[in-house]
């Protein structure tokens, strides 16, 4: 059966398939082409069909089962396909790990998230560990005191958070911590605590007893 004979590939595979009483199903057995693909090259429908290479190697295998010459119906399909078997069609499909062509907005976001990732790594220690939280009045738990107030004082490092019974209290550039707290007549439990940022926290409790 002769290309040439026929009006386009639609009607020499028509006939082809006819004559060798194999329909779409038993030609997609036969060939290991799926049934969507053949019924797009039979109905050339070039936007459900993959590359251009591809279709060729469809067609050599159509044209071995149906005995057809593979050539000329490669000619016939690239003739009726003309428009569209150039540029994106005659090639293979993108390889999916090469590296794409980056917006400068792209750029900017994976420089900010390197530079995030180096500031993290750096700081972890100091955004994530445990406060070094250092009491140094009253020294010892328990004191007797004989005036209603008391000054408490004491180091951590200035970007923790502390505070003492959940009041917040200003940590200086010297890591120092100060506070006048007045006391109640009997036993006053006062708590420490420190939190840092994205880390755990650290708590120390004083008692002290006032006697008025």
């Known amino acids: 059966m002769e290309p040439n004979a026929h009006r386009d590939l639609k009607t020499l595979l028509n006939d ?3 004559l060798k009483n194999v329909d779409q199903k038993k030609l997609a057995q036969l060939t290991g082409i799926s049934e969507r693909y053949l019924w797009a090259i039979q109905n050339l429908e070039i936007d459900k ?7 060729r190697g469809y067609l050599k295998k159509i044209s071995d089962v ?14 009726e396909l003309a428009h569209k078997t150039s540029g ?3 090639t293979l ?3 999916r ?3 794409k062509h980056l917006s400068r907005r792209e750029w900017f976001l994976i ?15 100091r955004l994530v560990g445990k406060p ?20 408490l004082y004491g180091t951590l490092n200035q970007r923790d958070k502390l505070t003492i019974n959940n009041e917040e209290v200003f940590v200086d550039e010297n890591n120092n911590f100060s506070k006048l707290y007045t006391l109640q007549p009997g036993l006053n439990a006062i708590e420490f605590k420190a939190k840092r940022f994205l880390g755990r926290e650290a708590v120390v409790t004083r008692q002290v007893i006032y006697q008025p």
Request: proline content about 12%; charged content about 15%; overall charge negative.
């Open 88 to 90: 994106a069609y005659d």
């Open 16 to 18: 082809a398939l006819e």
């Open 49 to 55: 069909l993959p590359p251009a290479p591809y279709i």
């Open 132 to 151: 070094n939280l250092v009491i140094v009045n009253p020294t010892i738990d328990s004191p007797i005191m004989f005036e209603p107030n008391i000054f």
């Open 97 to 99: 790990f090469a590296m």
């Open 66 to 79: 149906l005995h057809l010459n593979h050539d000329e119906l490669w000619e016939m399909y690239k003739k």
């Open 93 to 95: 499909p993108e390889n």
């Open 111 to 125: 420089a900010v998230g390197v530079l995030l990732i180096i500031y993290l790594l750096f700081n972890f220690p």
